[in-house]
């Protein structure tokens, strides 16, 4: 297992260093933005991009974990098509080549013939990657690699990607926007049962340092499985109802919790979320960055109850939390369930093995109830109890 989990976290960082490679030199990044079609598009966004550096990391993720395992590439699925269209018109598949300037001759046709921007792409996606984490050569668990598949998000929240923002200001850690809120996701779930077993998120700019202004990158990794669970993230803050209240607050069931969404939530829910925790409630960008909140103990909960987040999207943080003895559940079903007043003990966590039943496009993928990303399941009940009593009946 440490050798999968290693195979994950070294594709991770080779992504992160991509990502950071293209935004590095502003002409460079110019040349690597292309409108998705439609039927690729996140209906969420009136326009919605994909880049190459989406696209190349995807197909190194996909390379590397077959170089690693042969074979295991057909196991590993993600949001980008890998078909790009240079200014000529010319529809070119990308993909990793054999040797670097192999790579760096199919990248110059999609770059226009800009050959020092395809040599400096090819490096970074044929250079070897190393890390040190102890912790990692400690899990030893079988899990058949046969029962094995992936969901990737090569660059999570590609709008903040492109625009590049450096200079945001965080409130209570979280950032509302900006380069710090994309995130690289790599979720491993079983192919059988389609439970979520290891994720990766890596955040390419995690931090910039004040004297060279590079950024330094940080890596987060899960591991849940037939009752072992490990976490890079354990020591982080377990948030709970005394972090976000006092007491005056708490008897008046106020900013009980802390809850992070999207500015993009459904007018209902958000009029909910702001009478429940009026002084907890956050908004970032990133589906991917808004988990990592939770994870990261900043907030209780991601509460999304639009259908514009994907398995992509939720994978590889679900694992985390698991691990953590969180997890993702559908938003539907579960104010559906507390409605009937019923217990979500033993709530079903999100899958990620199969279609929406009748959906085409990126749709197949969605989870069509919303989510819930939470840590702890003792506090997912009552957070749900009180969001329905400001939710319309």
């Known amino acids: 297992m440490s050798d999968i ?6 594709a991770s960082e080779k992504a992160a260093c991509i990502a950071r490679a293209c935004r590095q030199e502003e002409t460079l990044f110019q040349l690597l933005i292309e409108e998705k079609k439609e039927g690729e598009k996140n209906k969420k966004f009136v326009t919605d991009f994909k880049t ?27 949001e980008e098509s890998n078909e790009f269209t240079n200014e000529l018109g010319e529809k070119i598949i990308v993909e990793v080549r054999p040797t670097e300037q192999e790579t760096a001759t199919l990248l110059q046709k999609v770059l226009d013939s800009n050959e020092a921007a395809a040599r400096k792409l090819a490096q970074a996606v044929h250079q070897e990657v190393t890390f040190t984490d102890e912790s990692v050569d400690t899990v030893h668990v079988d899990v058949p690699l046969s029962n094995l598949a992936v969901w990737v998000d090569p660059i999570d929240s590609t709008y903040q990607y492109i625009r590049g923002s450096a200079d945001v200001t965080p409130k209570r850690g ?27 998120i890596n955040q390419p700019f995690a931090s910039k340092d004040p ?13 849940s499985y037939q009752g072992t ?14 972090e976000h209240s006092s007491p005056e607050e708490a008897g008046s069931k106020k900013n009980l919790y802390g809850v992070v969404t999207s500015s993009g939530e459904a007018k209902d829910v ?6 429940l925790c009026p002084k907890n409630l956050y908004f970032a960008a990133g589906a991917g960055y808004k988990s990592l ?14 259908d514009t987040t994907f398995m992509w999207d939720s994978c590889a943080p679900h694992a985390i939390l698991r691990s953590l003895g969180g997890g993702m559940v559908d938003f539907s079903e579960c104010v559906r369930t507390v409605k009937q007043k019923k217990k979500l003990l033993d709530a079903p966590h999100l899958l990620y093995n199969s279609e929406v039943p009748g959906a085409t496009g990126a749709d197949r ?8 990303a939470y840590r702890s399941e003792e506090h997912l009940q009552s957070f749900v109890e009180l969001l329905i009593q400001h939710l319309p009946s």
């Not at 989990?5 to 070294?10: D, F, K, T, V, Y």
């Not at 979280?174 to 990766?200: F, K, N, S």
């Not at 909140?293 to 909960?301: E, R």
């Open 365 to 372: 993928w969605a989870n069509k109830g919303g989510l819930i």
């Open 211 to 223: 004297a060279t202004h590079k950024w330094k990158g940080q890596r987060y990794w899960g591991l």
């Open 5 to 10: 989990l290693h195979a994950l976290l070294r």
């Open 293 to 306: 909140c939770v994870i990261q103990g900043l907030v209780d909960f991601y509460v999304f109850s639009e």
């Open 174 to 200: 979280i950032y509302p926007e900006g380069l710090q809120c994309v995130t690289v996701l790599i979720g491993a779930y079983a192919a059988d049962t389609g439970l979520p077993i290891m994720g990766v």
């Open 229 to 242: 669970n490990i976490c890079s993230a354990s020591g982080s803050r377990a948030p709970g109802k005394s």
């Open 270 to 275: 958000l009029r909910s979320l702001s009478a």
């Open 52 to 78: 190459l550096a989406d696209v190349l990391v995807q197909e190194v993720i996909k390379h590397d974990l077959g170089k690693k395992f042969p074979g295991f590439e057909k196991n590993v699925r993600g």
